[in-house]
C-alpha cells in the first residue's frame, strides 16, 4: 500500500551510461515532483508535473528528462551519466495547492 | 534559490527533554512546513502552518511562525531516542502559484537514551 513508489532503490552505474527511476503515486495527487538530495543532504527541486503538464523546469542539465505518461507516474531519465549526477533522487506528490507533499524513499544513484 | 536556513545545524540532547530548532526564510511565504527525514529514507510531513497562523500543535511537537521576522520554530517535548533524524522547514512562496517547496540545509538531531 506504499503511497509513493520508486524504483530501484540503488542504482549503480558507469559514467556515460543512461539510465531511468520510476515513480508511481496512488493517492490521486495531481502534482508530482523531483528532488535531488546531495551529499550534504540540501535538498533541490528539479521538476514538477501538473496533471502530467510539466510546470517546473529548474536549471538542471538537459541530460535530465522527465516523462509523465499519466498523472500517476512521473520517470527520471538521465543520459551521459557523470560523477557528479550521483545523488538521491526523491519523488514527492501533492494535491494541487498548498498542501504537504508526499516522498518516496529514494533513489540512491551511485556514478562511478 | 535558497530560501529556509535552520539553526542549529546539530543537535544532541538526551531522551525526556526538549528539543528546538529554528528556521529562516527570505520571501513572502503561503505557508512553512516541517519535515523529518530518518537515515536512509524519504522525508515524511509533519507540520503545515499557513501565513496567517501564529501557533499550530501536533501532539508532541509545536510549531511558532513569525512573518515579521521571517522565521519558525519546531519544538519537540519530551523526545524520545525515535526521534533521532534530520528535520527540515520548507516554504511555499506567496507570490509564484504553481512553485514548489523550498527546503532549507535541515537540522540533525540526535536523542540518547
Known amino acids: 500500500d506504499t503511497a509513493v513508489s520508486q524504483t530501484p532503490k540503488y542504482l549503480v552505474t558507469q559514467m556515460g551510461n543512461d539510465k531511468s527511476i520510476k515513480c508511481e503515486q496512488n493517492?490521486?495527487?495531481?502534482?508530482m515532483y523531483w528532488y535531488k538530495q546531495d551529499s550534504k543532504k540540501f535538498l533541490k527541486i528539479m521538476f514538477s508535473y501538473n496533471n502530467k503538464e510539466l510546470i517546473i523546469n529548474e536549471t538542471v542539465p538537459n541530460r535530465f528528462s522527465p516523462k509523465s505518461p499519466d498523472k500517476a507516474h512521473l520517470n527520471l531519465h538521465i543520459n551521459s551519466l557523470e560523477l557528479g549526477d550521483s545523488a538521491v533522487y526523491f519523488c514527492?506528490?501533492?494535491?494541487?495547492?498548498?498542501?504537504?507533499?508526499?516522498f518516496g524513499s529514494g533513489t540512491r544513484l551511485t556514478v562511478v | 534559490s535558497q530560501q529556509g536556513e535552520e539553526d542549529p545545524q546539530a543537535l544532541s540532547i538526551q531522551e525526556g527533554e526538549n528539543a528546538t530548532m529554528n528556521c529562516s526564510y527570505k520571501?513572502?511565504?503561503?505557508?512553512l512546513q516541517w519535515y523529518r527525514q530518518n537515515s536512509g529514507r524519504g522525508l515524511v510531513h509533519l507540520i503545515l502552518?499557513?501565513?496567517?497562523?501564529r501557533e499550530k500543535h501536533s501532539g508532541r511537537l509545536r510549531v511558532t511562525l513569525d512573518t515579521s521576522k521571517k522565521s519558525s520554530s519546531l519544538l519537540i517535548t519530551a523526545s524520545r531516542a525515535a526521534d533521532t533524524a534530520s528535520y527540515f522547514c520548507?516554504?511555499?512562496?506567496?507570490?509564484?502559484?504553481?512553485?514548489?517547496?523550498?527546503f532549507g540545509k535541515g537540522t540533525t538531531l540526535s536523542v540518547s537514551s
Open positions: 514527492a506528490s501533492s494535491r494541487k495547492g498548498y498542501y504537504g507533499y508526499t
Open positions: 520548507a516554504t511555499a512562496s506567496a507570490n509564484q502559484a504553481g512553485t514548489a517547496l523550498i
Open positions: 502552518i499557513r501565513s496567517n497562523e
Open positions: 493517492l490521486g495527487h495531481d502534482t
Open positions: 520571501t513572502s511565504i503561503n505557508n
